[in-house]
Nanobody, 125 residues
């Protein structure tokens, strides 16, 4: 059974940085396209960033382009989301997700088979 565990969330001030981590267990992370999603109170879960199995291809939501960076270390079965220049509108629960289909970086939550429990990111202005 594949399990994803996020860490690194917290409360910061606008303009600060955070790095989220997602560790994959029960499987080999290199088998999966990985994505980060977020969900703010009262809003639908939305795509933030995705990375293909080798790490050579990435995709980002327009709202985070130039500020967030996704990467992976398959030797450590870990995916990262570096978040810079954080804004109050980035406040949300951030989820890591894994997709078994190798030919796409999905941007819809129903394209991902496995999910972590989420980590809270709160940005104060």
């Amino acid at each position: 059974q594949v399990q994803l565990v996020e860490s690194g969330g917290g409360s910061v001030q606008a303009g600060d940085s955070l790095r989220l981590s997602c560790t994959v267990s029960g499987g080999t992370s290199s088998m999966y396209v990985m994505g980060w999603f977020r969900q703010a109170p009262g809003k639908e879960r939305e795509f933030v960033a995705g990375i293909n199995r080798t790490g050579l291809r990435t995709d980002y939501a327009n709202s985070v382009k130039g500020r967030f960076s996704i990467s992976r270390d398959n030797a450590k079965n870990t995916v990262y989301l570096q978040m810079n220049s954080l804004r109050s509108e980035d406040t949300a629960v951030y989820y890591c997700a894994a997709d078994q289909l190798p030919w796409r970086i999905g941007t819809q939550s129903n394209q991902y088979a496995y999910w972590g429990q989420g980590t809270q990111v709160t940005v104060s202005s």
